[in-house]
């Protein structure tokens, strides 16, 4: 499984981004889709999550304002981020769990900055 990011970029605080990630290889549909960040210094953390049926879950930080989707047809998982905040600057990361081995892919990370 390949999983390619896109997407990133700096913007000012209050404005928007979508990350994409899609995936090569694996039985997309039936697993779970994540994706985590990374801030400068910091340990990488969950942002958000959704379950093959579209069931979603949230960092708090990141709740009310980012937006995870799926669409099986074409293996990619989004993450809509609007009112972006300086404290959101990071590198993002998506995240496949094939669940049938267990094993889990990461894609290569997209940057995301936000200025004051």
């Known amino acids: 499984v390949q999983l390619q990011a896109s997407g990133g970029g700096w913007v000012q605080a209050g404005e928007s981004l979508r990350l994409s990630c899609t995936a090569s290889g694996g039985i997309f549909s039936i697993n779970p889709l994540a994706w985590f960040r990374q801030p400068p210094g910091k340990e990488r953390e969950l942002v958000a999550a959704?379950?093959?049926?579209?069931?979603?879950d949230y960092a708090d930080s990141v709740q009310g304002r980012f937006t995870i989707a799926r669409d099986n047809a074409k293996n990619t998982v989004s993450l809509q981020m609007n009112r972006l905040k300086p404290e959101d600057t990071a590198v993002y990361y998506c995240?496949?769990?094939?669940?049938?081995?267990?094993?889990?892919?990461w894609g290569q990370g997209t940057l995301v900055t936000v200025s004051s």
């Open positions: 995240k496949f769990v094939d669940t049938s081995i267990p094993k889990a892919y």
């Open positions: 959704i379950t093959s049926d579209g069931f979603t």
